[in-house]
């Protein structure tokens, strides 16, 4: 019998190394093309536990056969990765707000709901849940903590005082009331947490830019007249500050065309100049945004812009064509990207344009398309006007009297102030 020569393996041998090798080199070219096709970069752009917890959770729910349409595959909050805006209110009945009108004394009459009579308490148990991403909880601990030793200050009309007042009622409670004041004015209002050395204030800007309608109100919006080209009243409050937010909308729509001027109010209603309103806000805006650049240091100070709060004052908006406004709404509007008349597109993207070439860093809270769906959660006719509540007579006339602008808190902007803080 003739042996194969030294060194030289059997054929059997050779034959099973090449089928093994060829067996790799398949394995390994499956695992490449899994690894680099598009949606696993994209989802390695997100935070590694979000991602791994999720693919673990689809192994397990693969071994156990279950429904992967009940799988939570969302990653963890980023504020670079995550579009906040899109999503859906989900209702929870185990979801309990961090205070009421009741135990929080800091909240305004007008906004105070069930004090005021408001029968229903839904509109208080829904929870907004982006598709892409699990928006952390509001946490009032966490909170505080990011604002020791800071000033955070919200500038605007009364919708963001109503967020500036849920800001404040999520965070007192855990504060004794020897650790903490409230002192209201006219302009600015400064909550104090005195354990924190932080202080959670208010300035009284309708328009951010000056006017002849800022202390002393005009009812009548056609005698209201606009200074576009100045904050500088304003702006001396502004600054110094760590945390300043922003926003200004509602007091721009009330009419086609508004009142502008340059310059100084010396000569009263002399030298106005009526306006677009999509033109007298870029203006406007132009002029906060270059206080912003010239004044404001990014190293010291986080600037944020919170985009417009919509009104529900067109119940056809959502196919109510016999309702009146928002009253009476119970749920809120469940038609994905649903977009009512009371949020002006136009105004949105002058916000988009000028923030885009801002040389300070400005993050935009977009609240807009989240609130749009909230028909449910505004004061309605559980509010007050002139300092008083309604009377029987004004709430059976919704149409004149309902307040489908500002909500009642609880509600919907404690939300906001949940994205504001994830941001922090």
């Not at 932080?198 to 009548?220: G, K, Q, R, T």
């Not at 306006?275 to 010291?300: C, E, F, M, Q």
């Not at 990207?337 to 923030?355: A, F, Q």
């Not at 007579?393 to 004149?400: F, G, I, Q």
Request: proline content about 5%; glycine content about 4%.
């Amino acid at each position: 019998m003739k042996l194969p020569s030294r060194g030289r393996p059997p054929l059997p041998i050779i034959i099973a190394i090449v089928v093994c090798s060829f067996a790799f080199i398949a394995l390994f070219y499956t695992e490449t093309v899994t690894l680099l096709s598009p949606r696993s970069i994209f989802k390695r752009k997100y935070s590694c536990s979000g991602k791994n917890a999720a693919r673990k959770s689809n192994d397990r729910n693969a071994e156990n056969d279950v429904d992967e349409s009940l799988v939570d595959d969302r990653f963890e909050f980023d504020a670079e990765e995550c579009n906040v805006a899109n999503g859906k209110w989900v209702f929870n009945s185990s979801i309990k707000p961090l205070y009421s009108d009741r135990t929080c004394p800091y909240l305004d009459r007008q906004v105070s709901c069930v004090k005021n009579g408001r029968p229903d308490s839904d509109y208080r148990h829904w929870e907004w849940q982006p598709e892409d991403c699990t928006l952390p909880r509001f946490n009032p601990e966490l909170a505080l903590k990011k604002l020791r030793g800071k000033r955070l200050l919200f500038v605007g009309d009364s919708l963001q005082r109503g967020q500036w007042q849920s800001f404040v009622c999520m965070v007192e409670s855990i504060i004794p009331e020897d650790k903490k004041s409230m002192r209201r004015g006219r302009s600015l209002s400064v909550f104090k947490a005195k354990e924190y050395n932080a202080s959670i204030e208010f300035y009284w800007a309708p328009f951010l830019v000056e006017s002849n309608s800022d202390l002393h109100i005009i009812a009548d919006p056609k005698k209201r007249i606009l200074k576009v080209d100045s904050v500088k009243k304003h702006a001396k409050s502004w600054v110094g500050v760590d945390i300043l937010v922003f926003n200004t909308y509602v007091w721009w729509m009330s009419g086609l065309r508004l009142k502008t001027l340059w310059g100084s109010f010396a000569n009263g209603e002399e030298g106005y100049e009526e306006l677009d309103t999509p033109i007298a806000y870029r203006i406007g805006l132009k002029t906060w945004a270059n206080w912003v650049d010239s004044t404001v240091n990014p190293n010291h100070t986080r600037v944020f812009f919170t985009t417009m709060s919509p009104t529900h004052t067109r119940s056809e908006d959502w196919n109510r064509k016999n309702g009146t406004k928002c009253f009476n709404e119970t749920k809120p509007v469940m038609k994905r990207k649903h977009w009512g008349t009371g949020s002006d597109k136009r105004i949105m993207s002058v916000v988009t344009n000028v923030v885009e070439k801002m040389k300070v860093p400005v993050t935009v809270i977009n609240i807009t398309q989240i609130s749009e769906y909230r028909i449910d959660a505004h004061a309605s006719i559980y509010t007050e006007t002139g300092g008083r509540l309604l009377t029987d007579e004004e709430k059976a006339d919704p149409l004149h009297h309902a307040d489908c602008i500002h909500w009642c808190l609880p509600g919907v902007p404690d939300t906001w102030n949940q994205i504001f803080l994830a941001h922090l």
